[in-house]
């Protein structure tokens, strides 16, 4: 009988922070650049004598992050030398946090969080065929904050469901851009089975760069391991890579004993004392902390809009704000409120993602809309004519549907000339409307809207055409 094995996965996640400058020097923080070597100075490349003076966004950015997973801040933090070699980490050692580090506890989608520290990225090591392995420093420096959950979660959807969520807020707080296919944000599953409550050993998958990989790598290392427990064999600690193309992972280095990076605390450093930092006091911080997902799903979800939906709206920054702001011109009217949603999720959504950017007065002009939506003032094919021009070009929908003559026309008087111009000109359809074909009122209507160009309120044309037609 096959036994089945207890699965134990803790995360360690890499990103990148989104500040002007990098971690240490003045350098400007843009590891994307294209041109290789040119965001680089004396401290970021490692020149004797130079000396690393801290960026306190990075840091107020980790607090922040901390904040929001309801974590302990720091009182008091100091920054480490880890000491080793290799060609993308100039001064043989990268600066990070040992004992100190600025974030502890915490949690997210239910996953407890160890810690959060600080420390600097490396270079990168480009194996060019011409050229042989070269080092482009740009990313040599820049801020990067590294966050380790408990080995608490035990399934893979649960892993890809953190990473998303920890994307989402990373954005949310403006903190990193977190994508993944960029190297920004990076993940690392350590991964054991066991089939007693002790854990088994260990194996850490490296280079997971989306969230479809964090979930296809663990399920990957649950069978190979349980496969080897199965046979008898041992599995061995280490670290292993994720070979994308092929859904598997690769042994990259077998770990006798733990890595002995010999930390001990910067002296080029200052020590920190965090809580008498007025810029960190905790009035401080919460002015600058915006609205965080949980909390708009929370509001969100009292206004009975689909969760589907906040969600699609909430994963992109501008129609987040949209939709928020949208929502206080309407006073949080809970009808208004889920049809701006559906707006704001599908033809909004459309209209950015096309290129076009909002205009400043957007959330007046979009409510203002949605009031004539709800009031029937407009119909919605009309509605979504104009949206362009109310979103992108701000401009009033009053005056926009008076000056194209659309305002919705639902009085029966008005569109009597309307439906006796439409009789006349397809006897043959009403004719067979007559004969008891229904579909044939359906293209009546229809001819009547496209001569109004919408304007016409369809309910109200087709009583009038079935009245007129009866007579
Ligand atoms: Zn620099």
């Given amino acids: 009988m096959k036994t089945t094995y207890k699965v134990t996965v803790g995360l360690e996640i890499h990103a990148e922070l989104k500040t002007e400058s990098k971690m240490f020097c003045d350098c400007i923080n843009n590891p994307h650049h294209d041109e290789a070597n040119t965001n680089i100075c004396p401290v970021c490349t490692a020149q004797p004598g130079t000396l690393p ?25 100091e920054f480490d030398r880890k000491n080793y070699f290799y060609p993308d980490i100039p001064k043989a050692y990268q600066i990070s946090q040992y004992q100190f580090p600025l974030v502890t506890g915490g949690e997210l989608e239910g996953v407890a969080i160890t810690r959060i520290h600080l420390e600097e990225d490396t270079a990168r090591n480009l194996h060019d065929q011409t050229e042989g392995s070269v080092v482009d420093f740009n990313r040599a420096g820049v801020p990067l904050m590294e966050l380790v959950t408990e080995p608490v979660i035990h399934d893979s959807k649960s892993a ?151 969600e699609v709206i909430i994963a992109d920054k501008a129609l987040t704000r949209l939709m928020t702001e949208t929502l206080v011109e309407l006073s949080n009217d809970k009808s ?8 704001v999720s599908s033809d909004v959504q459309g209209l950015l993602s096309a290129g076009n950017l909002l205009h400043d007065r957007a959330s007046k002009t979009l409510a203002n809309l949605i009031k004539m939506l709800s009031t029937n003032e407009l119909n919605s094919r009309v509605g979504k004519d104009i949206l362009s021009q109310v979103i992108v070009d701000g401009k009033d ?53 496209k001569k109004t160009k919408g304007a016409a309120n369809p309910n109200v044309l087709r009583d009038v055409l079935v009245k007129e037609i009866n007579k």
């Fill in 160 to 310: 890809g469901k953190f990473a998303k969520e920890l994307q989402l807020l990373l954005r949310t707080l403006g903190v990193s851009d977190a994508n993944m296919e960029k190297g920004e944000m990076r993940v690392e599953a350590n991964i054991s089975i066991s089939s007693s409550d002790e854990l088994g050993t260990k194996v850490e998958v490296k280079n997971l760069n989306s969230f479809k990989s964090v979930e296809l790598a663990i399920e990957y290392e649950i069978g190979r391991q349980s496969q080897l427990l199965e046979s008898g064999s041992q599995i061995k600690q280490e670290t292993r890579g994720w070979d994308e193309a092929k859904s598997r992972t690769f042994s990259q280095r077998v770990k006798e004993t733990a890595n002995d990076y010999r930390y001990f605390p910067d002296p080029d450093i200052p020590k920190y004392k965090l809580d008498s930092v007025e810029e960190f006091s905790n009035s401080r911080l919460n002015e600058k902390m915006p609205k965080l997902p949980n909390e708009i799903r929370a509001e969100w979800d009292l206004l009975e809009i689909n969760r589907d939906i906040t």
């Fill in 53 to 77: 003076v801290v960026n306190m966004t990075a840091v107020e950015n980790v607090l922040k992050v901390g904040k929001a997973l309801g974590s302990s801040l720091a009182s008091f933090t």
């Fill in 336 to 343: 208004m409120a889920r049809l701006t949603a559906n707006y």
């Fill in 397 to 449: 929908p009053k005056e926009l549907v008076e000056e194209l003559g659309l305002k919705q026309e639902s009085s029966p008087e008005a569109l009597l000339a309307l439906a006796a111009e439409i009789i006349s000109e397809n006897e043959a359809v009403v004719a067979e409307y007559k004969a008891g074909k229904e579909p044939s009122l359906q293209f009546l209507v229809g001819q009547g809207m």
